[in-house]
């Protein structure tokens, strides 16, 4: 079955400081991979994602993601935070189960930027 | 285009009694989902229907049922509310196959139970 493991639980910010954001997966077939942000209070929004091609994702609002195949990795990053970056990160992966496709999330990165 | 719309947004609920929580989409997809999102334990998933007519069980399917009605709804019922069930619920949909398969989510039910 697949899995997706995000090591970080809850990441402390200064404004500007830089983030990295784990994702590892499991599953040995082709895999589509996302990073959704959840805002307080609001519904998971899609942040990027990767299908095929150049491993780097570059996503909204300056995110970008790296696809490390051999690592069977995932990780979110952003060079320069901003306090309304505060949100919650879910890495997600879509892979074929059972035959059928199917989304599963890891367990979530909160975020929390200080300005 | 409204995208995914759940109902209710809010309930209270004593413990044992039923409800169903409504999802329908117009994006035409055949892929949806029921998440429970809990602190520290991310989006877990209830069930998930592949298309109009099968549904299959997800990590956490104890205690509820679902409905395929057709390929734009999907509905979630508890059948006897218990407080751990408590939670904010999340319907989501999906176009099938490996291009564009991105999830699209309803705003949510937070879910009460006493």
């Known amino acids: 079955a697949q899995s997706v493991s995000q090591h970080n639980h809850h990441v402390i910010l200064s404004e500007a400081a830089s983030l990295e954001l784990g994702c590892n997966y499991s599953y040995g077939g082709t895999v589509n991979l996302f990073w959704y942000v959840q805002y307080p209070g609001q519904h998971l929004q899609l942040l990027l994602k990767y299908f095929s091609g150049d491993p780097l994702v570059k996503g909204i609002k300056g995110f970008e993601a790296e696809f490390i195949k051999s690592k069977f990795s995932f990780n979110l ?11 919650e990160y879910f890495c997600a992966v879509n892979a074929r189960s059972g035959g059928y496709q199917k989304v599963t999330f890891g367990t979530g990165t909160k975020l929390q930027v200080i300005p | 285009n409204a995208g995914v719309t759940q109902t209710p947004k809010f309930q209270v609920l004593k413990t044992g009694q039923s409800m169903t929580l409504q999802c329908a989409q117009d994006m035409n997809h055949n892929s949806m989902y029921w998440y429970r999102q809990d602190p520290g334990m991310g989006l877990r998933l209830i ?15 104890n ?20 407080p751990s069930q408590t939670s904010v619920y999340f319907c989501a949909s999906s176009v099938p196959g490996l291009v564009n398969t991105e999830a699209f989510f309803g705003q949510g039910t937070r879910l009460t139970v006493v």
């Open chain 2, 63 to 82: 205690g509820y049922n679902v409905s395929r009605l057709n390929k734009r709804e999907f509905s979630l019922r508890l059948e006897s509310a218990a």
């Open chain 1, 77 to 87: 990053r952003k060079p320069s935070v901003q306090w309304s970056d505060t949100a």
């Open chain 2, 47 to 61: 069930y998930y229907s592949a298309s109009e007519g099968t549904t299959d069980k997800g990590e956490v399917p």
